[in-house]
């Protein structure tokens, strides 16, 4: 112990090399939450009651102070962060924000808080339907790029709203404890956070990227999902969704310089809803094809992207043919050829909901249109690679979901046959062929 502290302090020490203005050569994006909003619209998971952190939905966040935490899939000895008002109904002003590194709960290493900047200036305010990316910020205690003491860790993004928020853009399952103050609680961005954040929250809130400082050889993953993309049924803050496993997967590969960054939202879906809006949202966000700029074409440095989506497409509330789904497929799988050429997009097929307990899922109806899907998704030429999930997954004696898969993680619930728990991501993350996606990076020595 008393060795770990004396590194962690000698790394908090060590300034970095980097001047806090300069712009690197190049941009990574290393984590993100893809949006929704208003708050409380979404599906989240393991919610606390946030009825006293925001008593209003329509008022949102009232002079209050958030702690986000998010986990880089890689480290920078700078950082950007990218805010989204994009589903709010009026301009949202920030102030007093910083980004540290967790200790344990709210608390941070003592030394690592840094101030964060938006074109030299210390507030800023956000336009509904816009985002905004902070100044690079030097982050003393990242030692050198790939930083292995710090893989795992969780990267602190605290911030003020100034005034009210108004109704509140976000990310609702994000299956991660994060830290509120009070209302009127004012700005505490700066605390070391042992009493100020007395709310926690398992969903983040107007924060919805981070960019490293990275080199040439940095590749970058999106996955691009629903709720099983989004990590319903795993572990809460135990970081076991099938991106998660991916990223571990690729680091004991020795791909030291690849991101695997989520961009799952729950209850999403390809083909609908047809209009999203803060006046008509849905919990399931905007459709893939409407949020694709904002959660895939703007992020930085994509190499790679794995479209996981169609099940809720299918569901009582989509009732979509999958013709339509797959038309959807080929217009978003093209959007992102476009905008990245050279980009490998892999094709993972639909997991089995036959048989689920979910109102909207299960009928054997659905579950030959998601089979219509993965047959196309296999076969149908329009993927440079598949990986299989609905074999890795599925119960052929049943057709449904292999039972060790089923009993939710984080409850400790049954399940319903419709979300793999943490052993069924495992398993899915398997299938994935990693020699595409490291190509070009750079291997740990």
Known sequence: MRLHLHVLAACLMTLSTMPASAQPSRWATSWA???????????????????????????????????????PSLWGQQVRLRFSNALGTRP???????????????????????????????????PPGQSVWSDPVTLPFVRAPADPALLGRRLAV????????????????????????????????????VLEFPFSTTSWFFLDAVDVASTEDTRVVVALGDSITDGTASTLNGDDRWPDVLQQRLLAAGAARVAVVNAGIGGNQVAGPAEYSTQAPVPGGPSALDRLDRDVLTLSGVTAVVWLEGINDFSKNGNASADLVIDGMKRGVARIRQRFPGVRVVGATVTTALGSSSAAHGSAAQDGTRQALDAFSRSGGLFDGVADFAAATLDPATGGMRAEFVPESTTGGPGEKLHPNRAGYE???????LAPLMAGAAQAQ
Not at 53 to 66: I, K, L, N, V, W
Not at 159 to 183: C, D, I, N, Q, R
């Open 427 to 433: 398993a899915m993350a398997a299938t994935i062929d």
């Open 158 to 193: 605290s911030f003020h709203v100034a005034g009210e928020s108004g109704p509140m853009t976000w990310h609702a399952k994000a299956l991660t404890t994060s830290y509120l103050t009070a209302p009127g609680a004012g700005a505490k961005g700066d605390a070391d956070g």
């Open 92 to 126: 949202v002003a920030f102030d007093g924000v910083f980004a540290g590194l967790q200790r344990s709960g709210s608390v941070l290493e003592p030394g690592s808080n840094q101030a964060v900047a938006f074109s030299g200036q210390p507030t800023v305010t956000v």
């Open 33 to 71: 939450g893809s949006v929704q909003g208003p708050y409380p619209v979404g599906n989240p998971s393991a919610q606390p009651d946030l009825r006293f952190a925001f008593p209003s939905a329509d008022t949102g966040a009232r002079d209050q102070t958030m702690r986000l935490m998010v986990r």
